[in-house]
């Protein structure tokens, strides 16, 4: 059984920063593909980003630019820095651990983005 550990969210400013971390337990990391997700409200959850198990990264064309998805296989983390925040980068922060016929879920860390 996987455990996904979402931290870093929090309410900051447009225009600021934040990075989020995902901490992966209770299976090797390394066998998982990692991404980010967020779910606004009203709206369905989307994705932010991926990085594979080979370290190649995708984004929405939203963050993109903005957005940084990293892991470090040492200390089993997904890092998600993020820059140039906007209002409509408001959502709840999801990790996800994916292999062929298995995913995982933790259970999210709100980002707000307001003055």
């Known amino acids: 059984q996987v455990q996904l550990v979402e931290s870093g969210g929090g309410l900051v400013q447009p225009g600021g920063s934040l990075r989020l971390s995902c901490v992966a337990s209770?299976?090797?990391?390394?066998?998982?593909?990692m991404g980010w997700y967020r779910q606004a409200p009203g709206k369905q959850r989307e994705l932010v980003a991926t990085?594979?198990?080979?370290?190649?990264?995708n984004y929405a064309d939203s963050v993109k630019g903005r957005f940084t998805i990293s892991r470090n296989f040492v200390k089993n983390t997904v890092y998600l820095q993020m820059s140039s925040l906007e209002p409509e980068d408001t959502a709840v922060y999801y990790c996800?651990?994916?292999?062929?016929?298995?995913?995982?879920w933790g259970q999210g860390t709100q980002v707000t983005v307001s003055s």
């Open positions: 996800k651990a994916s292999q062929i016929g298995y995913s995982y």
């Open positions: 209770g299976t090797d990391f390394s066998r998982y593909d």
């Open positions: 990085i594979t198990r080979g370290s190649s990264t």
